[in-house]
């Protein structure tokens, strides 16, 4: 009677001491106070100070520029998953080809760009050839966070490109052949036969997607330009990673990581309902 | 029909293109890692004359990655093998013993999927410096199994709930306990889950950066990613040594892809058709 309990035990313990416990605590953490302060609770003042400080400002600007680029970033690997889907020459060297960065640590992709991308580069030779740049693709701070971006868009898009071609294996082919008998073009394949039925791995990469940008750039921003230059790509993760580890102020990073979490809730949410809704007029 | 076949052949260029932007970044670093500070000083691209290895081993010594590789796989293999053994464990219970809770079990570990790290970094950093298990293995590894449990334990029920209940029952008639039936059938049974989540989970481990950042700060402790951090200051005047350390932490992973390519996509896709 008891076997089903010990054998979940492990588990929950694990979770609820390591996860769920420090989740309360955080809460509670982003309404006390840092250094003299230090467990004194000072209601709000952790999210002013936040929302005055113009590093934190300029995360969540780069919060809405990762919004404003989630659809590109979700069409691609759409797009090559559809080729790929269609038989183009090659396809299986493709689709291994393509998985291949997905497997490596942003740390280790980082480095290697850190190469790549410098001012003397392999990049901006490449470009020079064809009589572009130099661009200081790390050092402006007009640049330097589409170049992160890119970068990850360059590692994750392979993740991106399975779940897509795992979701056209559920379509069913008789749809397009119909289609293409019927004479349809691709791009009217695309529009009226793909993007509709598949509307839940369609939803799914741009939640995951925007998760992965929100959570997992971390490695990139850390060996790629450190938040820098002039503050131009922080992100909220390296904020509270900068307060906690380096500023030493845990309970500003703690209102920081509500603040993430809130975000992280209301984009997946809004997400959904948009999509819903452009499922529904179709 | 022909105008079809011209329009799949002129896509085959930018794909290829893609495919080689896949591919040179590694190829440039592996390059580089073989070549002299001379030789990358004086032309970048070109093949390196030899294939050289000295670098290599200065980044395996002398830099210390070769202990920060130690470090990683001691604590990669404890934490796979812990995920692992209480995933299969929670995830026996939760699809095929039926108890009080069960239910409630299940949903609280998808929504421990949904909290980031970064939500709970601050707390849990405290909480394990009042445990004292900052800056040790033990507290890396309890971290990185508190971080993929959720995970684990949601594949391994939805691949345990494919099994039907009358294997359970008929072993249960002949004589075994709960934790035989756990032993003696769901883990043989479960092999091809537990290679794929596996594989997964090392990855995962194997790439972490931010975690370890955190709780394992000494020079001594680095795992192998903290290294490849560290390198960037102190060898940004060396190129082909950075780029051999780089090299030394993808390598592992390159030669995981390689070999396992299949059940790591499989594993990403079983991920995604089942949420």
């Known amino acids: 009677m008891l076997a089903p309990f010990v054998l979940v035990a492990p588990a929950v313990l694990i979770l609820v001491l390591l996860r769920l416990y420090p989740l309360l605590l955080g809460v509670n953490f982003s309404f006390t106070g840092d250094g003299d302060r230090d467990g004194a609770m000072v209601g709000f003042d952790n999210y002013v100070d936040l929302l005055r400080d113009p590093l934190f400002q300029g995360a969540l600007r780069n919060v809405g520029l990762l919004v404003l680029l989630l659809p590109v970033a979700v069409a691609i690997p759409g797009l090559l998953a559809t080729f790929i889907y269609l038989r183009v020459p090659g396809h299986r060297f493709y689709r291994s080809v393509y998985f291949f960065p997905a497997v490596l640590s942003p740390v280790i992709v980082g480095a290697i760009f850190n190469l790549l991308l410098s001012f003397d580069g392999p990049v901006n030779s490449i470009l020079g050839a064809f009589g572009i740049g130099p661009v200081d693709w790390l050092g402006d701070p007009d640049v330097a966070m589409f170049a992160v971006v890119g970068v990850h868009v360059w590692a994750t898009f392979g993740m991106a490109l399975v779940v897509f071609l795992a979701g056209f294996a559920t379509l069913d082919s008789a749809l397009l052949d119909a289609a293409r008998v019927d004479g349809a073009s691709l791009t009217q394949v695309i529009w009226h036969v793909i993007i509709p039925s598949l509307t839940r791995t369609i939803q799914f990469v741009f939640v995951t997607t925007m998760i992965g940008m929100l959570t997992s750039m971390f490695g990139l921003l850390y060996v790629m330009t450190s938040g820098g230059p002039e503050g131009s790509t922080y992100l909220p993760e390296y904020y509270i990673w900068i307060q906690q580890g380096q500023m030493n102020r845990p309970a500003l990073a703690s209102a920081a990581s509500t603040v993430l979490f809130v975000i992280m809730l209301v984009v997946g949410l809004l997400q959904l309902k948009l999509l819903r809704r452009a499922g529904r007029e179709d | 029909m022909s105008r079809v076949r011209l329009g799949r052949w002129l896509l085959v260029i930018p794909m290829g293109l893609l495919a080689f932007a896949t591919i040179y970044p590694l190829l440039f670093t592996a390059n580089v890692a073989m070549k002299t500070r001379r030789e990358y000083i004086l032309d970048r691209f070109s093949l390196t004359d030899s294939l050289r290895f000295e670098n290599i081993t200065t980044a395996w010594t002398s830099v210390g990655m070769g202990r920060y590789a130690v470090n990683s796989v001691v604590v990669v293999a404890c934490s796979v093998f812990l995920l692992l053994l209480f995933g299969s464990m ?79 029952d008929a072993a249960r008639i002949d004589g075994n306990t709960v934790y035989g039936v756990y032993r003696r059938i769901m883990l043989p049974l479960g092999a091809p889950a537990l290679l794929s989540v596996g594989i997964l989970n090392t990855l995962f481990c194997w790439n972490d950066v931010l975690i370890s950042l955190l709780l394992m700060p000494s020079a001594d402790h680095r795992t192998l990613m903290v290294g490849v951090t560290s390198l960037r200051g102190q060898y940004s005047e060396d190129i082909p040594t950075f780029a051999s350390g780089v090299l030394i932490a993808a390598i592992p992973v390159l030669a995981v892809y390689l070999f396992l390519q299949r059940q790591i996509a499989d594993g990403v896709a079983a991920g995604s058709t089942k949420g």
């Open chain 2, 90 to 168: 929670a995830g026996f219970a939760l699809s095929q013993l039926r108890f009080r809770g069960s239910n409630a079990l299940f949903i609280g570990c998808l929504a421990a999927l949904f909290i980031p790290f970064q939500v709970i970094m601050v707390p849990l950093a405290r909480v394990m410096a009042d445990s004292g298990l900052v800056d040790t293995y033990p507290g890396l590894i309890l971290a990185y199994v508190a971080q993929f449990l959720p995970f684990t334990v949601f594949l391994m029920t939805s691949y345990y709930k494919t099994i039907p209940a009358e294997i359970v």
